[in-house]
């Protein structure tokens, strides 16, 4: 028997193993829902969702399984919240794994293959199902009661949507591919002697059922803003989260399209190339489909959280946002920008001088909306009379220092001949990760702390170890950003599987970096272990939710 | 579950499925690759194959045709190869059992930048079979078909001269160190002979090496050949000679060699259905054909054509025929002389007077060749009875329209792809009523798709469609047009691509 059937045997005995593992799980919670829709209809109830959210989870639930069967919106948010986390340190096992490879300079650990697949699938995952899920959780868990919302209805589309993507995360994780996060044919459709390349298809597929349900969620998201919201929540009452993802619902709406029927395209060629592989294509036109979204998508990463940010920041200053008009001004400038700013993806790649130019110009012109929403959260620390610094503030605070920081080297990326001499380098990977790991990352722990009063049952989380995660995040984060910037400026080239040895103190302290954040994530586990194990202490509100209310450190309930 | 286990089983659940997600991850499967055997030390077979490497195809010699010619060894053989960088593209020597590419090819060998790099590999064939060789990074153009046979002797050889068949030329050649040479040709000269020729060749060594003569069919040298005479035949004397018979059946194109000297001998012969020779005035005012500046030379495919310049000023006149910018002819000082071109495609081509002023004359390489009368009437064009009845042609037809006066009016055919008229379409044929009283002109339909056709005087009622169906067949892929003079006095011009041309500046 070769070695091919007998991994082909164990992989799929494993796979059966969890399917009836699985199926027992749903039969079991599945029952569970069978009952509370009887107890929906015996109380003449139309919607169960409706019944579990009055009855259930209209009142603080606590973490469990049912949330993978009920369809209420609190239970989708908390889906999407511990599903993203999941993505989150399988992709973040992935990134370790590549840094500790690329301890020496020549591939070690990883060969080129497999570091081009964890690379690919670190990547992809973190984007579309960390970044993107962590916030269609917030927003799903959030929004109903920042919204007051009267129903919740649409718990059947909502959970179709979450599954798709899930089913599309999963295919792109077992997908094995290597193509980058931006499939680019033809090295997507190269038939090749390479694992990663081989099963690049799987990815696809992968890639365009979850943008399906990515789009499903979104609309059923904005259904719940416009139609279910209490009608005395008025527009100008809108929290600015609400603002941030309807916001990035727009952005996802109006960008998805054109890569869908690209990836749809590119999918097709498998089979009959004649899209991407053509002599009469241009090698430009993928690209252009690619990034009319993927640049979007970096921002659909970030608004959000910048929206938590103007939730979190008043809850210990006890003041309002300094200015609510400029914080949805300035998100809804990134919005407009956000769909004018993609060639700059693709200033080396020959689109000409004028749109070059044109990018340029607009890309500097995100400056100012970033730079409003960052004046308006400084402002709004500048005039507190206390600022507490709690482990949420504190992720906050770091993340608005490594916003700036990865900001402004962005900024420069916008100059054509700066664009031209570090793209392709680690500049690139400093200047997003400083963003992604600040922003994104840090703001989802920082909520997922102010949640986690709610999602224990009344629990306090560790502030000591809380702190540590934080404290291990933030330098190991900036240790490795940083390293990243210095090394890349001096054109040490990213995304490869080894390097000269020239660029090897920049890679070990990168490297450092990557396990201190690496060790920070163990302090986040141990809080969860211990602080669950403890018994209930302390009210199971959390002041997220509300608006208008002042924080405290471990409870999170309103004071 | 007791609810205060939750984080424990969340925090262990997660370090679990990211562990078994890194686990997955690092388990590629590798065994789908092909490899190729190892080299035994004890091969007896080895062969030599070049390979240009360059984004259209591969193939055995520098220059535009791209062929990816078809390999055949012998099971058992070694096969060296040696690839070239053409087109500074990175490429992959590729090669996979079966007839087409498959993502487990064992990777023989990878090439890149800068241009003329050569890259060497081996590959041991020990199973008889189709095996595919292909670049991994042009799957679409770069790739071939390898045959691997019991024995090569049934690999290709010129059909058998039948019985009584009458031998109806006779070509004399030496192999030299530098070149296959013929007293009047010069080195390497191309041989042009009409189809079902048979060829008697008398070889002569010139050389205290090994030598041989090799012919395949194709534009190649290729291992897909006969060996017509081999070394021993030939020996290592000079003086020495051999002969055979060439029985060229089919049309197309052959290549000659020495394969102990592929590098200096390689020599073409244009097989053709078809001759043709025409003589051209060369004056002042371009090429002309029996004194008109501007004529249409329709050549059906596959044609040997001889045309003859006649100069009888004293100036200094240069020609070009169209795509090979660098055929170009040189001819000064009352004189004339002959150029044999090998018509093997279909295409629109154009023979250029480049100097002392610039005209054009076209010619046609056909394949089908239709005659149309067209009736002008009042109510539309009348085709075999029928009003503006729409037309349907191959493509690489040839139409020569005659358009006939029978409404006493001005009249026109004019031809323009779409489904419309447009302004800037061709007038092809033209007469006034008083002047003739019927007129033709030649069409060259060398696209696939919809023209319109109509008269500029009554575009509203004379316009028909013409649908040119798509031939279906390789033709009019490449343009493959050789040049060279009938009496080898300016054999060095031909050309084989812009690459490795060097164009003469001869002054005859």
Known sequence: MSAYVTTLTIDGAIVAIVSIIIFALYLVLNSRKDLISKMANAEGYDSEGQFV???VAGKPRELGLSIFVNDDAKSLGMRYIVTSLFFFFIAGAFGLTMRLSLTSPNPSLLTPDEYNVLLTEHATLMIYMWAVGSALGFGYYLLPSHLKVFRDIRGVFSSIGYWLWLLGGALILVSHSSVRWYFYPPLSLQLNQNGGGLYAWLSVLGIEILFVGLIITSITILFIILFDRSPEVKRNQFTLFTWS????????????????VGFALLFYDYFNPIFFTAASHSVLLFTILFWFWGHPIVYIAIIPYFGLIYEIIPKFTGKQIFSYKSGVIGLGLLLILSELVWGHHLFNSGLGFAWVLFFSTTSFLVV????????????????????????????VINGIIDFIIGGVVGVMQSAFPVNADVHGTYVITGHFHFIFLGITTGISFAAFYMLFPTLSGGRKYDVKLARLHFYFTAAGSMLMSSAWLLGGFLGMPRATAGYFPFF????????????????????????MGKSWLKAPSVDNQNCLEQVNVISTEMTGGAQ | MNSKFVGVAFAVMLVAVAGLSLAY??????????KLPPVPSDAKIYRDVTLYAEEPGWDANLGPAKTNPTLVFQVGTVVNFTVIEEDTLPHTLAINPGPKELSNADIVLSIGPPQYSVVHGQAYFNKIGVYT?????????????????KTVSTSYSLPKLPANYPV????????????IANRSKGLDPTLYYPTGSAVNFTITQNTTTNASFNIAYGSNVSSYNETALNATQLGRTPGKSASFIAYLKSPGEYTYWDQYNVADTVGHIYVANNSLKRSLQVTNGGIKLSGHARFQLPIVNSTNAVFTLNDSSHIYYNFSISGYSFETLNISGNRSISFNFSFIQPASLLFNQIKPVSHSNSIYVYLYMVNVSVNATLTGYVIDGIVNQNLQFTQYTVVNFTLNNTDSLNNTIAINPGNAEN???SIIVAYTPSSVSSASGYFYFVEAGNYTMWDTYHPSSNVLLITVISFGGSAGSALSVRISSIDGSISGIQLMSADVMSCPSKTY
Do not use: K
């Open chain 1, 53 to 55: 959210r009055d009855y």
């Open chain 1, 245 to 260: 993802i309807i916001f990035t619902i727009i952005m996802i709406l109006v960008s998805s399209p054109p890569i869908m």
């Open chain 1, 368 to 395: 100012i909306p970033s730079a409003i929403t960052i004046f308006n959260y400084i402002a709004s620390l500048w005039s507190a009379e206390r600022i507490r610094i709690t482990t949420p503030m504190l992720f």
């Open chain 1, 504 to 527: 090897q103190p920049y890679q070990l302290a990168s490297i450092a970096g990557g396990f201190i954040i690496g060790i920070g994530q163990i302090f986040f586990l141990w809080n």
């Open chain 2, 25 to 34: 991850e690092l388990n590629i499967p590798e065994v789908h690759a092909f």
């Open chain 2, 133 to 149: 060789y292909w670049c991994t990074v042009h799957p679409l153009t770069m790739v071939g078909l390898i045959y691997v046979n």
């Open chain 2, 168 to 179: 109806n030329y006779s070509q004399t050649l030496t192999i030299n160190s530098n070149g």
């Open chain 2, 423 to 425: 302004s800037s379409s």
